[in-house]
C-alpha cells in the first residue's frame, strides 16, 4: 500500500475559514480516504467543525495559531505580519518542512503566492511563478495556464509554462503526451509577439516526449478545447479566465430573464428543469476550482476565497492527485531535459529557421 | 436637410463578397434613407445584385475594380497587389479623397488594417491604430478596444485608447460623459502592469470633460457592463473578445445537448422556443458586427468576415452612425485638448503621486 498524502490546510484561508476548509476536506477524504490533513488555524474554532467530521477528525493533526492573513491584506503586509506565525504561512512551510506534500488555501492569492514563493523558493531554471487552472470545455478539460500570478513572459518563461502545464496534464487527465497550444491573437503581421513566436520555435526545436506542441491557439480555442494545455502570460491568461467567467454569467442572466417572461416559457421550464440542472452543473465554476502555482519547490493549491465545502473539496482532489501522480518529479525531470533544452535552443533555433 | 451620408463600400470584401454587402447595404438603406453609397468592385457581379434592390441601386455608384484582396493574402502581399487597384484599397482611398465619409469592408483585417494606415495615415499624437468593437452587456452595450490592432501599449497610447473609446460611445450611445475603465487583473502588487496603473494616474489628472474615468475594471466586468468603455491593449483585447465567442458558443452546445437529452426537457424547448429565439438573439455576434478602426484620418469600418446580409448592415449602421454624429471631430477636438494635456501629463502625475 503506498504512502498517505499529507496535505496541510490553511484552516482559516477564505471568506468565512474553517466552516467551509473542514466540510470541504471532508467529502475529499470521502473520495480519497489514503489522504492525512495538517489544519492550521484557531484550535477552538476548528475543533467545533471537527466534531461534526469524526472520520476528518480521526485523519487530522491540528496545529494552533490565532494569526490569519486576511482577504484584504497586501502581499507586503501579509509577509511582514503573518510570516512564520500565520495559519497560511505555517500551512506552505509544512510543506517546505517535508511535514506535508501539498498545501491547500483558499485564502488572498496575493498573499498566498508571496509567501509560496518567500518560502519554498523558485525551481532552478523558472524565474518567477504561474498559477494553473482546469479549463472545462466541449471535448473535455484543459490545462490553462498562467492565470495571473506573473505579467508578461519572454520566450523562455512561456517555454517553461508549456513544460509544466504539460506535466499538470499528465497527472491530471493521464496522458502520456498532452497537446500543447500558446494562446495568440489571429492577425498575421501584427507587430509584437515576437517572444509567442519565439517560444513557439522554441518547443518546436526541443521536440519533448512529452509534450506535443501544436502551434497557436485563439481565444476561442479554449472552450472548444483546441489543446490539453494552454499556454499565455499571466495578464491574458488572467483577463481570458476571467472574461469567460463573466461571459457565463451574463449567458444565465439572459437565460433566465427569458425563461421567466412568458408562461409558456415559465412551463418549458419546469419539463426541462433537470437539463437546466444538468446545464448548471456544467458552467459550475466550483467543479474547476482548484489553482495550482507552478515553479516553486512544492506544491501549494490556491482554491477561490468564496467557494463552498464542495468546490473546496475539489481544490484538495487537485492537491491530492497532483503528489499521488508526482508532478513535481514529472516537472523536474521534464525541466532537467528542458535545462538543457533550454540552453541549446538557440542552436536549435538556427537550425529551423 | 443635412447631408447625405456618404458610404464606401468594399463590395468584393467577406467570404463571399456582394452577395452579402448589396443585401446588407440595402438592410441599412431602409433604415437610413440619407445615405449614398459607391460601390467598389467587379461590376458585373455588382450589377446582378443591385438588380435585386432598387432602392439600394438608386443610391448607389458603382467604380469598377476587378482586382480584389483575399482572405488569405498577407497584409504585405494585399500591399503588393492591392494597392491603388483592389476595391478595398479604393474604398479607403474614396475616404482620403473626400468622395466618401467612411469605408465598410468585411475583407481581411490584416490587410484592411495596413491599407488604411498606409492610405490615411495616422491622426497626429497617435502612433498605431485600434480596432474598437461594441460589447452586449447585461447593463446595455459598451465600447470595447483595442480588439487586437495593435499588440502592447505604453501608457500614452492606453490613454489616447480612452480618449477615442469615449468619443465613439458619446456618438453610438448618446452620451455626454461616458464612464471609462482600464482592463486589468485584480492580483495587487504583481510585477509588471506599470503602463497600466501609469495610464490610470494620467486620467484621472486630465479630468476631461467627457470622460468619466473609473478605474480599473476585470474581465468579468466587461459582461456586467462596468464601464461605457473598457480600455486595453491589442493582445489581452482580442484574448477577451475571442474567449467570450468561445465560451457564449461552449455554453450553446451544452444547453443544446442538454435540451435533447429526454422527451421531457424536448417538450420544455418546444414551449420555450420564443424564449431560446430571443436567447439567441441577444447571443448574436452579428447584432455587434462592426469593428471601428481609430486612430486614422479617416473612418473605416471592418465587418466581419463570414457575416450574413443582416450582420453587415449592423456593421454599415455603425458607418453610418459614426459620420452622422461627427466621430472625428469629438475625436479631434478631445486629442486636442489631450494633446495638451499629454504633454503636461507629467507635471500633473507627480502632483496626484
Redesign the interface.
Known sequence: MPQKVRIALDAMGGDIGASVVIPGAAISLSRHPDTEFLLFGDRAVIDVHLAKHPAMKAASRVIHTNVAVSMND???QALRRGRKTSSMWLAIDAVKKGEADVAVSAGN??AL??MARFCLRMLPGID?PAIAGVWP??RSDSVVLDL?????ADAEHLTALAVMGSAMARVLFDLERPTVGL?N?????????EQIRKAAEMLRAMDLPNLDFIGFV???????GAADVIV?E???G??????????????S???RS??A??W??R??????????K??RD??DPGKSNGGVLLGLNGIVVKSHGGTDADGFAYAVDVGYEMVRYDLLTKINQMLNRDGSALVTAPAAQEAVS
Chains 1, 2 share one sequence.
Not at 412551463?267 to 437546466?276: K, N, P, S, T
Open positions: 497586501k502581499p507586503s492569492t496575493g503566492m508571496a518567477s470545455t466541449v495571473g500570478a506573473t505579467i508578461g494562446l491573437i489571429g492577425v498575421e503581421e501584427v507587430k509584437g509577439g485563439e481565444g476561442d480555442g479554449i472552450g472548444k499565455t499571466g495578464f491574458s488572467n483577463i481570458a479566465l476571467k472574461t469567460a467567467e463573466g461571459t457565463a454569467r451574463q449567458i442572466e439572459y437565460l427569458a425563461m417572461r412568458s409558456r416559457s412551463i418549458g421550464y419546469l419539463f426541462a428543469r433537470q437539463a437546466f444538468s446545464l456544467k458552467m
